[in-house]
Nanobody, 125 residues
Framework: QVQLVESGGGLVQPGGSLRLSCTAS????????IGWFRQAPGKEREGVSC????????WDKYSLKGRFTISRDNAKNTIYLHMNELSAEDTAVYYC??????????????????WGQGTQVTVSS
């Protein structure tokens, strides 16, 4: 069982930046693809970004390209989501998820087996 923990969420002003972190206690994540998802109030959860186990393959939701960047530091057992130029539309609970298998990742929830509890990101002045 992989227990994922997200951190780094909070309240930020429009135009600001945040860095979310995803780590696991008692497990190493270097063999897992990691995805970031978000769920805004009243909306379905959607894929935001993902990174393969090696870090060589990434995917970003098209509309977020250039603002969100995913990275991983396997030595620190941590995956990051760097978010810039935040707007109110980015307000959501952000989840990280882990999926095993080949060096691949996707934005599909069904590809991920383990999920964190989420961290709230609120963009407001």
């Amino acid at each position: 069982q992989v227990q994922l923990v997200e951190s780094g969420g909070g309240l930020v002003q429009p135009g600001g930046s945040l860095r979310l972190s995803c780590t696991a206690s008692g497990s190493t994540l270097d063999s897992y693809a990691i995805g970031w998802f978000r769920q805004a109030p009243g909306k379905e959860r959607e894929g935001v970004s993902c990174i393969s186990s090696s870090g060589t393959i990434t995917w970003d939701k098209y509309s977020l390209k250039g603002r969100f960047t995913i990275s991983r530091d396997n030595a620190k057992n941590t995956i990051y989501l760097h978010m810039n130029e935040l707007s109110a539309e980015d307000t959501a609970v952000y989840y990280c998820a882990a999926g095993g298998g080949d060096d691949y990742c996707s934005g599909y929830e069904s590809d991920y087996k383990y999920w964190g509890q989420g961290t709230q990101v609120t963009v407001s002045s």
